[in-house]
């Protein structure tokens, strides 16, 4: 059997064990995911005992995907290029990072939404872990123009300065008044979960040609309060955070498998149902 989990501090919200063991049932794949919680002062020491207990890979979510960085024997060109690692696969004594939420962003953005960067303008809302992984990914992906929202100015425009001195991409901070520059807006804040249950932006910031791809999944009901707001505006393509959580753990998984292809739909079912549960 081949075991995997995913590490977090908190972890007992992660939907991630429930999509990945409908996928193992569907393919037929003998394997086991389950979840733990680790402090992040205790990280290495974890991910050392896991390889010592011989599991063959794990995923990483808050606060433990830039701490792991250096940590690894070996980063993806895709770890590197976003600095932090939601993937790890032990072998051969080693471990390997990678990063499959910027991939997993544009793949759902593309099936859902037909959104791809390439010429293309967006903005992002929220410049932490994620959103910061999505915009460098945006970037690298061609997009033309990135304009970056977040609490944090310094934040912002570090990773503005980030994106431009890596790509060809213009990068700068912007007001929620301007959102409505961006093609594509990419709200990767916490707005929308409980404690930041109101919308990222008002509908006045929005247009109706546009199009929402929220990363928040929303706990009993498929849109949450930013897409509420979209809608509002007459805007009518967006989507919320279940979509991406799939692409990027079937990424994950096809990552420590040497391409064993994850059943998607099953990924999908799973979620939707659980989050319903949670309503």
Known sequence: MKRFAVLGHPIGHS???IMHTASFRSIGFDGEYTRRDVP????????????????????????HKQLAVPMMDALTPEAK????????????GKMYGHNTDGPGF???????????????????????????????SLAYAGAKWIGLIDVDQVRAKQLADEIQSQTQTRAEVIT?????EAHLVAQCSPSGLAIMPEPAAPASAFRPTQ????????????????????REAGGTRCANGVRMLVEQGALSFEFWTDGV????????AAVETEVARHG
Not at 41 to 61: I, Y
Not at 176 to 180: D, F, G, T
Not at 211 to 224: A, F, R, S
């Open 15 to 17: 939907f991630s064990p």
């Open 81 to 92: 290029r976003l600095g932090a690692v939601n993937t790890v696969r032990f072998k051969d």
């Open 211 to 230: 199009v929402l791809y929220d990363i928040v999944i929303p706990p009993g009901h498929p849109e949450t309060p930013t897409m509420r707001a979209f």
């Open 176 to 180: 929620v008044e301007r959102l409505c």
């Open 106 to 136: 544009l793949a759902a953005a593309k099936a859902l939404l037909d959104f791809t960067p390439q010429g293309e303008t967006a903005a992002v809302i929220g410049c932490g872990g994620a959103g910061r992984a999505i915009s460098l």
């Open 40 to 63: 992040p002062e205790t990280l290495k020491a974890a991910l050392d005992a896991l390889a010592q207990e011989g599991l063959d890979g794990v995923n990483l979510t808050i606060p």
């Open 261 to 268: 292809v994850a059943d998607r739909n099953a990924m999908l």
